[in-house]
C-alpha cells in the first residue's frame, strides 16, 4: 500500500469537520475526543487519525430515517 492510498484511509480532525459540511468544527471534534465520546481515534506519529472505516460506522449509527406520512 502506498502512503497515499494509506493517507485516504485515515482523517485528522479537520479533514473530518470538512467531510461533515463544517459542523462539528474541528474543535468540537477534539473536544469529543478529550471527553472521550466520538469516534475511535489512532495515535500515529504523535497525529491524531481517524479510520474512515471508523468514521463510516459511526455515520450509519447517527442516521435516522424519515417516517413517511
Same mark, same amino acid.
Given at each position: 500500500? /502506498?502512503?497515499? $492510498?494509506?493517507?485516504?484511509?485515515?482523517?485528522?480532525?479537520? $479533514?473530518?469537520?470538512?467531510?461533515?459540511?463544517? /459542523?462539528? /468544527?474541528?474543535?468540537?471534534?477534539d473536544n469529543w475526543r478529550y471527553s472521550g465520546r466520538g469516534i475511535n481515534h489512532y495515535l500515529i506519529g504523535g497525529l491524531v487519525k481517524y479510520k474512515l472505516k471508523d468514521v463510516e460506522k459511526? $455515520? $450509519?449509527s447517527v442516521h435516522r430515517e424519515n417516517k413517511e406520512s
Open positions: 500500500m /502506498t502512503r497515499n $492510498e494509506n493517507d485516504k484511509q485515515f482523517l485528522n480532525a479537520k $479533514e473530518l469537520s470538512k467531510r461533515w459540511g463544517g /459542523t462539528p /468544527t474541528a474543535r468540537t471534534i459511526y $455515520e $450509519e
